[in-house]
Structures are given as C-alpha cells and as structure tokens.
C-alpha cells in the first residue's frame, strides 16, 4: 500500500502554534472552542515539543516556547500577525463560550456585510481567533454592493 503524501486528517494546510505554557493553552482550547487533544511529546524537561488538537475537522499543531530555536510566542514578540478562522453552526454560542473560558473580545459578534455571523478574539496566550457562521449566500455582484455600502457608511460615521 503506498503511503499518502498527505496523511490521513490532515488538510493541505496545518496551522502550527507556539504558545507560552502549551499544556495549559490545550486545556484552554478544550473549553473554548471544543478542542480534542490528539497528542502531546514532551522533553525531558517536560516542555511541550509538539501537540495537536483537533477543532471540528481540522488539526491544529502546537508547541511551547523554544528560543534557542527561534520558536517564540505572541506573547514574546508583542502580538500575531495572523489569525485562525473557525466556522461554527452557532457562532453566538461559541463565542460566548471562548469569552467565558478567558478569551478577550476584539470585536462582538455581528451580521457582516459579506454574509457570515462574524467576531474577533484575542485568546490569553496572544493568539486572535474569528468565529462565524455562514448566513446567506451572496454573489460577488451582491458582495460588492454591499461592501459598497458598508464602507459609505462607515465614512460618514468616521
């Protein structure tokens, strides 16, 4: 049987994490977004060298901290630059549920204008997450106009 260049899971692309305290962020994870734990090896130290979770289909890597190896957290380097994007059945629960478990509004969860049920976190260890549910399919005519429309009113708000 000939092995699968990409295994069994997993998606083209898997997000790799590196975390202040990963055995903690784990347990956060769990509670927040309903996480599974797929594995976890430590070193002898007992620092997490590499983790998964499992959020609905799709695998998350992770690790602690390493900076002789150049493997810093947001928290070390004063934020992220990219984010993690779920899509959910009931982003109003799921939101509530990672604020509950410790995760800092960015921005409250609202209808947006490209047809998702859409908000931002920040989760403790400085890593932002969107949530969403898809609300209504739109065309790119439709979006546009609605993007459109969305931006003027932004302007006379500013």
């Known amino acids: 049987m000939a092995v699968k260049p990409i295994p069994e899971g997993y998606h083209t692309v898997t997000p790799f994490m590196t975390v202040k305290d990963c055995a903690r962020a784990i347990e956060f994870y769990k509670q927040a977004f309903g996480a599974e734990e797929r594995g976890i ?3 002898p130290s007992g620092k997490v060298m590499h ?3 499992k959020i609905g ?10 900076p002789d190896f ?7 380097v004063g934020g992220s630059s990219m984010g993690l994007h779920i899509y959910v059945t009931d982003v109003d ?3 509530a549920r990672a604020v509950k478990a410790g995760a800092k ?3 409250p969860v609202m209808d947006q204008f490209w047809g998702d049920r859409y908000g931002r976190l920040k989760d403790p260890f400085g890593h932002k997450w969107s949530i969403a ?6 065309s790119s005519d439709e979006m546009k106009r609605a993007m459109d429309d969305a931006m003027a009113k932004m302007q006379k708000t500013a």
């Open 41 to 43: 090896a430590k070193d």
């Open 51 to 53: 983790a998964e979770i």
């Open 57 to 66: 289909d799709s695998v998350i890597m992770m690790a602690d901290e390493f």
């Open 70 to 76: 150049g493997a810093l957290s947001p928290e070390s």
């Open 93 to 95: 629960g799921a939101f």
């Open 105 to 107: 509004v960015e921005m």
């Open 133 to 138: 549910t898809h609300v209504k399919d739109m």
